[in-house]
């Protein structure tokens, strides 16, 4: 499970690392002596070591952005870092994974608290705010086996751990839904025969209570963590967008995606706030309106306003195809409101085998298509774009070519005459520059400065929006 969050995190000194490693400096020369240790960590190197010495292994999470063996945290909410989790399990036996959390008192640490789970692993651990205390829970996603995962939620003291929450899941989300700055618990299960939702839960008489569940869209696959995104809607409403595969297909000859928006918030002021599918089809009980047949883009904000946007793809229409099935694919990008009313936003072209789309101007709608041309041996793939009236029967015009460049000459073949240079992979020493060439014959209303302007490269999280 990959929890996507970004927060500050205090990571343990280098000095601490490597000899919680059991790495030590033998050298007698100064320069290559280890920095001397505050006491209160050579106390928590005392401590750990206690446990590690019993026949104890490390047993850190194999998931999300606390993956480390030991992990600094503020868990009392008082703005300072002084609760250190460290994660064991025995050796040489099929023992439980065991959550050791230390607070710092003073000049010392102390163990407070001791989490032990079900199964052999632990998948994911979060620190999060789920009730109106200051003071963390611990959120823990424990592996009972590869396919089968049990999500747990805990208040921890130094006079006891209450468990709040344990549910089974297929994938999960937390997130702040109504914008009280403590996070809800969202929790999809999917189901063969159908009628997969996602349920709420929420902090309320001291456990994580569930609050209310919808349903997605019928005849969908399984949902992987990374179809569940967090996002915004229109006016600044929190919204969960879950995107899943088609298991059935759209219809007997194509198959595509579905992205189902979820919302927790009033109908109107006469109904209890409730967690809502807004694009869900009471007809079909299939969100229609997201289907993408085409193309697997995920909800993204393309425009970069704090918006998710998502895409409806088309093929696009070529002078001379080289087979039965598309080569190109424009996709038009839209964003919602909390009535899951869509407003249109642009529309691009999106090359992902050479790692770069295009914004698109709306005056190019209806009047283009596109084709390839590239280089023997790899070093130079490119994509024209051209004008092409069909009315008349006329061949297309070329007017603009974007290169991908990688070979040993790229440097050289970026500044070939008339070309320009777009961006590029962006090491030291770019193995990939991107160039562009305008070409005469059709005026399409960009210039250089504006080719640039519309033209992206694709990042390994552009369409993460947590």
């Known amino acids: 499970m990959k929890e996507h969050k970004i927060r500050r995190r205090c990571l343990l000194p280098a000095a601490l690392c490597l000899l919680l490693a059991g790495c030590a400096q033998q050298s007698d020369d100064n320069l290559y002596r280890l920095p001397e240790l505050p006491r209160e960590f050579k106390n928590l190197t005392s401590e750990i070591n206690e446990v590690l010495s019993q026949g104890a292994e490390y047993c850190a999470p194999l998931g999300g952005e606390n993956i480390q063996n030991i992990q600094l945290q503020d868990m009392d909410g008082d703005g300072v870092v002084d609760s250190a989790i460290a994660f064991f399990r025995m050796t040489g036996e099929e023992s439980q994974p065991k959550i050791y959390i230390y607070r710092q008192m003073g000049e010392t640490y102390e163990l407070e ?9 632990i998948n994911y651990i979060d620190y999060v705010n789920l009730d109106d205390s200051p003071d963390k829970e611990v959120v823990v996603s424990w592996q009972l086996s590869d396919q089968l995962h049990f999500l747990s939620a805990y208040s921890v ?11 089974d899941y297929t994938a999960f989300k937390l997130y702040d839904m109504d914008r009280d700055d403590n996070e809800e618990v969202l929790i999809l299960n999917t189901k ?18 569930p609050d209310s569940a919808a349903p997605l869209s019928k005849n969908i696959g399984a949902v992987q963590d990374e179809g569940m995104r967090k996002g915004y809607l229109r006016d600044a409403v929190p919204a969960l967008f879950v995107t899943s595969e088609l298991s059935n297909g759209i219809n007997e000859t194509s198959s595509g995606q579905v992205t189902d928006i979820l919302v927790w918030e009033q109908k109107d002021p006469n109904t209890r706030k409730q967690l809502r599918n807004i694009t869900l089809q009471p007809e079909s009980n299939t969100s229609e309106g997201t289907l993408n047949i085409y193309a697997a883009l995920k909800p993204t904000d393309i425009n970069q306003d ?3 946007e998502l895409a409806t793809s088309a093929a696009v229409e070529e002078y001379r195809p080289s087979g039965s099935a598309p080569n190109f694919w424009l996709n038009r990008w839209s964003q919602y409101d909390i009535s899951g009313t869509p407003y ?7 090359n992902k085998q050479d790692g770069w789309y295009l914004i698109l101007p709306d005056e190019w709608e209806g009047k283009i298509t596109l084709s390839r041309s590239d280089a023997a041996g790899g070093g130079e793939r490119a994509v024209i774009f051209s004008y092409w009236d069909k009315e008349s029967g006329a061949e297309p015009i070329p007017f603009l070519t974007i290169y991908r460049l990688s070979g040993s000459n790229r440097v050289s073949r970026a500044s070939l005459p008339g070309r320009f240079r777009l961006g590029d992979s962006g090491e030291d020493n770019p193995t990939v520059i991107y160039a562009a060439e305008l070409m005469d014959g059709w005026d399409c209303g960009l210039d250089e400065a504006g080719v640039r302007e519309h033209f992206r490269i694709i990042q390994t999280d552009w369409d993460s929006f947590d």
């Open 113 to 121: 608290a001791v989490i032990e789970g079900p199964g052999t692993g």
């Open 306 to 308: 704090g918006i998710l």
């Open 192 to 209: 063969p025969e159908g009628g997969s939702e996602v349920e709420l839960y929420d902090f309320r008489d001291g456990l994580m209570e």
């Open 157 to 167: 003291s130094s006079e006891q751990v209450v468990e709040l929450l344990r549910t």
């Open 344 to 350: 249109y936003v642009c529309t691009t072209y999106y």
